[in-house]
């Protein structure tokens, strides 16, 4: 006869329980190899255009170092902040599955402070594919600070394309000759920013990078936008790119002959140098702008005979059809493994019911006489204590749950620290709506989610009917048309406080955010890491403590 289980029935018990608990939850993290960083953040002199800047570097680099990792590592970065502001740093598109307290934006850590460091603690779990991270305070992303990170699949899972040649990363967007204070300052003062000086491609101008590459052979490229202001086109001359992957989900291979990547969107795909040796050009130019921004990289083969003859790509129309069109042909590849064996599409998210939608609408407003912007009329204003720490203290007065609508309000816009309540394991769709005329962009932290539909007008529920239930992609940051709408799924099985902002910086800094708090009321650590013992506390949590163990 089985012997029924005892609660514990003294503290030292309780302790040895909670400390097994812990180990077990820990067991299968601690199999995965750890990789360790100690990163130096300094001010320093950069000439990204050609004129004097102050820049943010990491390890006296501009861009940062590059992350490469395999899924499931442990990512670990001692991060010493030597600016006389504070600082943090953010992850785009890496989940921190079950730890938004490693996040790095102000509504979950507070900031490492001048001479002080914070060692991030990271798991890029059940994660493949291309990403980026970058300084999330102030205005410091006009600064630099960002740096690539490449997560590759495990040795035993396939990956549907050959192992390319090389590996090559673009971290490319606008810039500004301004330094990053004086944009801040336009802002603080109510006005908008100018029009973006030039664009970059990994920290350099025109033709400041060389990629090299040996004729026959077929090489990966990685794109990011890292800019705050605009869309970006690239394009190679001479030659075509096969896609092969965005935002951590396998495409269907189809080719291009350029790609559009708005702000905060990675892509990569493989690029075969076929053609007679020389010298080509890697073309990035702004998208929806007058003028057209545009800098170059250089495609070197290894036996060039010097400068490439045939006639660089145009460039595509300033019509919006191109893009939109571009943008549903991307598919999701649903037999190619992910980060897992299985495939990817064996998870049929068209056929799961949605428990809620949420409607979320942009707009420009002028509030207190100065310029802001907004979510279903609420712009955003940073509370005097990160969200989440609040969350965990219970500090009253922060935030409010709710103060985030699911639908436009139609009234005038007012400042406020906005969240959104939710469960965790609801299965939410998510409408956009974009009715300026400008190119929207957004990202949503913890999260990737499914891209259903886009279209041109005003969404209403038999936009449903249009809707890709079998194969859209899975991705982690979203642009919306101007006059348009994008509708996505998304399952919220990821506790935390989630950041929900536009990349458009100045729209973001500005208003153009809110918080999502996904919540789960079993207060388990198997839906959600404790706080870290490090965790820096400010604001009204100063002085409380983290936790015993």
Same mark, same amino acid.
């Given at each position: 006869?089985?012997?029924?289980?005892?609660?514990?029935?003294?503290?030292?018990?309780?302790?040895?329980?909670?400390?097994?608990?812990?180990?077990?939850? !820990?067991?299968?993290?601690?199999?995965?190899?750890?990789?360790?960083?100690?990163?130096?953040?300094?001010?320093?002199?950069?000439?990204? !255009?050609?004129?004097?800047?102050?820049?943010?570097?990491?390890?006296?680099? =501009?861009?940062?170092?590059? /992350?490469?990792?395999?899924? @499931?590592?442990?990512? /670990?970065?001692?991060?010493?902040?030597?600016?006389?502001?504070? =600082?943090?740093?953010?992850?785009?598109?890496?989940?921190?599955?079950?730890?938004?307290?490693?996040?790095?934006?102000?509504?979950?850590?507070?900031?490492?402070?001048?001479?002080?460091?914070?060692?991030?603690?990271?798991?890029?779990?059940?994660?493949?594919?291309?990403?980026?991270?970058?300084?999330?305070?102030?205005?410091?992303?006009?600064?630099?600070?960002?740096?690539?990170?490449?997560?590759?699949?495990?040795?035993?899972?396939?990956?549907?394309?050959?192992?390319?040649?090389?590996?090559?990363? /673009?971290?490319?967007?606008?810039?500004?000759?301004? @330094?990053?204070?004086? !944009?801040?300052? /336009?802002?603080?003062?109510?006005?908008?920013?100018?029009?973006?000086?030039?664009?970059?491609?990994?920290?350099?101008?025109?033709?400041?990078?060389?990629?090299?590459?040996?004729?026959?052979?077929?090489?990966?490229?990685?794109?990011?936008?890292?800019?705050?202001?605009?869309?970006?086109?690239?394009?190679?001359?001479?030659?075509?790119?096969?896609?092969?992957?965005?935002?951590?989900?396998?495409?269907?291979?189809?080719?291009?002959?350029?790609?559009?990547?708005?702000?905060?969107?990675?892509?990569?795909?493989?690029? *075969?140098?076929?053609?007679?040796?020389?010298?080509?050009?890697?073309?990035?130019?702004?998208?929806? *702008?007058?003028?057209?921004?545009?800098?170059?990289?250089?495609?070197?083969?290894?036996?060039?005979?010097?400068?490439?003859?045939?006639?660089?790509?145009?460039?595509?129309?300033?019509?919006?059809?191109?893009?939109?069109?571009?943008?549903?042909?991307?598919?999701?590849?649903? *037999?190619?493994?992910?980060?897992?064996?299985?495939?990817?599409?064996?998870?049929?998210?068209?056929?799961?019911?949605?428990?809620?939608?949420?409607?979320?609408?942009?707009?420009?407003?002028?509030?207190?006489?100065?310029?802001?912007?907004?979510?279903?009329?609420?712009?955003?204003?940073?509370?005097?204590?990160?969200?989440?720490?609040?969350?965990?203290?219970?500090?009253?007065?922060? =935030?409010?749950?709710?103060?985030?609508?699911?639908?436009?309000?139609?009234?005038?816009?007012?400042?406020? *620290?906005?969240?959104?309540?939710?469960?965790?394991?609801?299965?939410?769709?998510?409408?956009?709506?974009?009715?300026?005329?400008?190119?929207?962009?957004?990202?949503?932290?913890?999260?990737?989610?499914?891209?259903?539909?886009?279209?041109?007008?005003?969404?209403?529920?038999?936009?449903?009917?249009?809707?890709?239930?079998?194969?859209?992609?899975?991705?982690?940051? !979203?642009?919306?048309?101007?006059?348009?709408?994008?509708?996505?799924?998304?399952?919220?099985?990821?506790?935390?406080?989630?950041?929900?902002?536009?990349?458009?910086?100045?729209?973001?800094?500005?208003?153009?955010?809110?918080?999502?708090?996904?919540?789960?009321?079993?207060?388990?650590?198997?839906?959600?890491?404790?706080?870290?013992?490090?965790?820096?506390?400010?604001?009204?949590?100063?002085?409380?403590?983290?936790?015993?163990?």
């Amino acid at each position: 006869m089985g012997r029924r289980m005892e609660a514990p029935s003294s503290p030292a018990s309780l302790v040895l329980v909670v400390v097994l608990l812990a180990s077990l939850l !820990l067991q299968a993290r601690a199999d995965d190899p750890y990789r360790f960083y100690t990163w130096n953040v300094t001010f320093g002199d950069i000439y990204p !255009l050609g004129v004097k800047q102050e820049g943010i570097l990491i390890n006296g680099q =501009f861009p940062g170092p590059q /992350i490469d990792a395999v899924t @499931n590592d442990n990512i /670990i970065v001692n991060v010493f902040n030597n600016l006389p502001v504070p =600082f943090l740093l953010s992850w785009q598109g890496i989940q921190q599955r079950r730890s938004s307290w490693q996040d790095g934006v102000y509504g979950t850590n507070c900031p490492i402070p001048p001479g002080g460091n914070f060692t991030y603690n990271m798991q890029f779990k059940d994660q493949i594919g291309t990403y980026y991270y970058f300084p999330s305070l102030l205005f410091h992303k006009a600064a630099g600070g960002y740096g690539g990170i490449r997560v590759l699949s495990r040795p035993r899972i396939p990956v549907p394309f050959d192992p390319p040649a090389g590996d090559f990363t /673009i971290l490319a967007g606008d810039w500004f000759k301004l @330094n990053h204070t004086d !944009l801040k300052g /336009i802002l603080d003062s109510g006005n908008d920013l100018p029009f973006p000086d030039g664009l970059l491609i990994n920290g350099q101008g025109w033709n400041g990078n060389r990629f090299t590459v040996d004729q026959g052979k077929t090489y990966r490229f990685r794109v990011s936008n890292v800019g705050i202001a605009t869309s970006v086109n690239i394009r190679i001359q001479g030659h075509s790119m096969l896609l092969v992957e965005v935002e951590g989900s396998h495409t269907m291979q189809s080719t291009y002959t350029s790609i559009d990547v708005h702000l905060g969107q990675s892509y990569s795909f493989l690029v *075969t140098a076929d053609q007679p040796p020389a010298d080509y050009s890697i073309i990035v130019s702004t998208r929806f *702008t007058t003028p057209v921004l545009t800098t170059t990289a250089i495609l070197h083969y290894s036996n060039s005979n010097g400068a490439a003859t045939v006639p660089p790509p145009a460039a595509p129309t300033v019509e919006i059809d191109f893009s939109l069109n571009q943008a549903r042909s991307i598919r999701w590849n649903l *037999t190619a493994s992910g980060p897992r064996p299985n495939p990817q599409g064996s998870y049929h998210y068209g056929l799961v019911n949605t428990t809620r939608t949420i409607r979320l609408a942009n707009s420009r407003a002028t509030i207190n006489g100065k310029l802001r912007y907004a979510v279903n009329s609420i712009s955003f204003i940073p509370a005097d204590t990160p969200l989440k720490v609040a969350d965990f203290y219970k500090i009253p007065g922060v =935030f409010m749950l709710g103060s985030m609508p699911n639908n436009p309000t139609g009234g005038g816009a007012y400042l406020q *620290t906005s969240v959104m309540a939710a469960n965790m394991r609801d299965y939410v769709e998510v409408i956009f709506e974009n009715t300026e005329n400008f190119v929207q962009s957004w990202h949503i932290d913890g999260y990737a989610f499914w891209v259903v539909g886009m279209d041109g007008g005003q969404w209403t529920p038999a936009s449903r009917q249009g809707y890709n239930l079998r194969d859209a992609i899975a991705r982690y940051t !979203l642009q919306v048309y101007p006059q348009s709408w994008t509708a996505i799924y998304m399952p919220l099985d990821n506790v935390g406080m989630w950041n929900v902002r536009s990349e458009s910086w100045a729209r973001q800094y500005l208003g153009q955010q809110f918080y999502l708090r996904v919540y789960s009321p079993v207060n388990s650590w198997r839906d959600e890491n404790p706080i870290p013992k490090n965790a820096l506390l400010c604001g009204r949590a100063s002085g409380r403590r983290t936790r015993p163990l």
